[in-house]
T-cell receptor
Framework: DVKVTQSSRYLVKRTGEKVFLECVQD?????MFWYRQDPGLGLRLIYF???????EKGDIPEGYSVSREKKERFSLILESASTNQTSMYLC???????????FGPGTRLTVL | KQEVTQIPAALSVPEGENLVLNCSFT??????LQWFRQDPGKGLTSLLL?????REQTSGRLNASLDKSSGRSTLYIAASQPGDSATYLC????????????FGTGTQLKVEL
């Protein structure tokens, strides 16, 4: 079975802090994604990566950056956290050409 | 721009009932459609993936159909159980490559004893 893990289930940070969310997959997938999920807005794509050191902006990249130094790991960075970034963050991965996306358990981030 | 709609937003049924969840999309140029389940506070679990050339996919008590020309998919759940209570989301992937999915906002299902 594909396994996608995220470093924290719950995280509380203060406004202005730098926040790192880590995602690791163990199935050698080329593509990895970061989404945020908010009530009434559904899942929105922040960034995705189709290879090591490659990244593309999704629909809502503002205020976020990403890093992919190794194939299995994709990090989401909030350079200066703000209260409007309080959300559930979901990581996903998929093999190229394989189509099916697999999700991690999510990180619920609260910014005070 | 692709838009995905799921109606109803919430549904409550008695245990044992067969039910249908609906997913509509505005652009029929899709590569595939995926159904997910999400339990409260958790990530998404993939249930079924239908390629654009397929009409339906089945897994256990679940059957998903796809009518690309009319922009519709349904998820049929047979003999519902309380453990089926969750939010069900559909997502479409566009043709022409690309891995970006467009998600619906989900149907929250409650199966009551």
């Amino acid at each position: 079975d594909v396994k996608v893990t995220q470093s924290s289930r719950y995280l509380v940070k203060r406004t202005g802090e730098k926040v790192f969310l880590e995602c690791v997959q163990d199935m050698d997938h080329e593509n990895m994604f970061w989404y945020r999920q908010d009530p009434g807005l559904g899942l929105r794509l922040i960034y995705f990566s189709y290879d090591v050191k490659m990244k593309e902006k999704g629909d809502i990249p503002e205020g976020y950056s990403v890093s992919r130094e190794k194939k299995e790991r994709f990090s989401l960075i909030l350079e200066s956290a703000s209260t409007n970034q309080t959300s559930m963050y979901l990581c996903a991965s998929t093999r190229s050409g394989r189509n099916e996306q697999f999700f991690g358990p999510g990180t619920r981030l609260t910014v005070l | 721009k692709q838009e995905v709609t799921q109606i109803p937003a919430a549904l409550s049924v008695p245990e044992g009932e067969n039910l249908v969840l609906n997913c509509s999309f505005t652009d029929s140029a899709i590569y595939n459609l995926q159904w997910f389940r999400q339990d409260p506070g958790k990530g998404l679990t993939s249930l079924l993936l239908i390629q654009s050339s397929q009409r339906e996919q089945t897994s256990g008590r679940l059957n998903a159909s796809l009518d690309k020309s009319s922009g519709r998919s349904t998820l049929y759940i047979a003999a519902s159980q309380p453990g089926d209570s969750a939010t069900y989301l559909c997502a479409v992937r566009p043709t022409g490559g690309g891995n970006k999915l467009t998600f619906g906002t989900g149907t929250q299902l409650k199966v009551e004893l």
